[in-house]
């Protein structure tokens, strides 16, 4: 089975500052078809995930572009180039080549 | 515009069987490339994927849950059908549908329910 760990799991951040968020995993997520199979999620406080990131770096539909991803192979990254008030939740990483799993999740929070 | 709404019991017994219902409008799972998948998060925790059904019924469940899970469509109510076998407190938790279109978010669930807290208590 896939496992994947984040880092950090606690983000405080200044508004307006740059965060970043790590993502592994225990083998390749490198499909076949040649695109990383790594999704980026955004659990915002009492609400249901919201799809940001698929394919490790393609932003998805009406996704601020302060939001960016990276990576190949085991290693990810989830960069918000200036964070706003509106991104606190909680961050999970998930990848999609053999089964499905999540990440244990980062608790972004304003400082 | 996708929808998708969660319905069921809110309590269950040990070893009792849930049954959820997932309920959307917006799409088809005729569609080529569409699927509907069922995660859950206990309380404070992280997420955990169940299950997932293809347009094309190909079913496909977690590793750790497989025994205890079934899931199945009815594409003319636009529903998806999950049951989980044996419940146990443990398995208390919020369950959420959502879908995904290989086609247009490839790999991304980009649209999900507002989810269902399912309590597993005698």
């Known amino acids: 089975d896939i496992v994947m760990t984040q880092s950090p799991l606690s983000l405080p951040v200044i508004p307006g500052e740059p965060a970043s968020i790590s993502c592994r995993s225990t083998?390749?997520?490198?499909?076949?078809?040649?695109?990383?199979?790594l999704d980026w999620y955004l659990q915002k406080p009492g609400q249901s995930p919201q799809l940001l990131i698929f394919?490790?770096?393609h932003r998805a539909s009406g996704v601020p572009d302060r939001f960016n991803g990276s990576g190949s192979g085991t290693d990810f990254t989830l960069k918000i180039s200036r964070v706003e008030a509106e991104d606190v939740g909680v961050y999970y990483c998930?990848?999609?080549?053999?089964?499905?799993?999540f990440g244990p999740g980062t608790r972004l929070e304003i400082k | 515009q996708i929808t998708l709404r969660e319905s069921g019991p809110t309590l269950v017994k040990p070893t009792q069987t849930l049954t959820l219902t997932c309920t959307f409008s917006?799409?088809?799972?005729?569609?080529?490339?569409?699927?509907v998948a069922w995660v859950r998060q206990p309380p404070g925790k992280a997420l955990e994927w169940l299950a997932l059904?293809?347009?094309?019924?190909?079913?496909l469940y977690s590793p750790s849950l497989k025994s205890r899970l079934t899931i199945n469509k009815d594409t003319s109510k636009n529903q998806v059908v999950l049951t989980m076998t044996n419940m146990d407190p443990l398995d208390t938790a919020t369950y959420f549908c959502?879908?995904?279109?290989?086609?247009?978010?490839?790999?991304?669930?980009?649209?999900w329910g507002r989810g269902t807290l399912v309590t597993v208590s005698s």
């Open positions: 394919w490790a770096s």
């Open positions: 083998q390749s997520l490198l499909h076949r078809s040649g695109f990383f199979h």
């Open positions: 917006g799409f088809s799972l005729t569609t080529a490339g569409v699927g």
């Open positions: 959502a879908h995904r279109s290989l086609i247009v978010t490839a790999t991304g669930f980009d649209s």
């Open positions: 059904i293809y347009w094309d019924d190909d079913k």
């Open positions: 998930m990848q999609a080549l053999e089964s499905i799993t």
